[in-house]
């Protein structure tokens, strides 16, 4: 993905695709039942990680997430497509696409509140090893 003005997090989860678009937005394959996982979250997409060789650049996927306790069905379409050489995965930059107000309300309120716990923990590790952050 090419938005780099969205704010990224680092966040793994276990995610299964329910259907595949094609370019053209018939479907693919449904139902289909692939799990795969997203590496990092930003208000504007996803990064994916997959062993599907058959996902493309222009397809589009069906999943549904749980952030925060609520549960959302998106529609990332795939913008980019690289080799993890260090696995020989596929990494796919996807951008959401479809998002209504409260979808997306719901993924920045999300993306927020794990980058707070993320640097509250990175405080405590510090403090635990006697370093001050605030110099």
């Not at 299964?16 to 692939?34: A, C, H, R, V």
């Not at 990064?47 to 306790?69: P, Q, R």
């Not at 951008?95 to 716990?117: A, G, M, V």
């Amino acid at each position: 993905m090419n938005d780099r003005e969205n704010v990224r997090l680092d966040y793994e989860m276990i995610v299964k695709i329910e259907s595949i678009f094609d370019k053209d937005g018939s479907i693919f394959s449904t139902p289909y039942n692939e799990v795969i996982k997203f590496l990092n979250f930003s208000t504007s997409g996803v990064l994916v990680e997959t062993e599907n060789k058959a996902l493309e650049v222009g397809m589009s996927f069906l999943c549904k997430i749980v952030l925060g306790g609520e549960e959302l069905s998106i529609l990332p379409i795939i913008l980019r497509k690289t080799l993890d050489t260090s696995n020989g995965f596929n990494l796919l930059g996807c951008k959401f696409t479809h998002l209504n107000s409260r979808e997306d309300y719901i993924i920045r309120k999300f993306i927020f509140q794990e980058q707070l716990k993320q640097r509250e923990e990175e405080i405590k590790n510090a403090r635990r090893k006697g370093k001050n952050l605030f110099r």
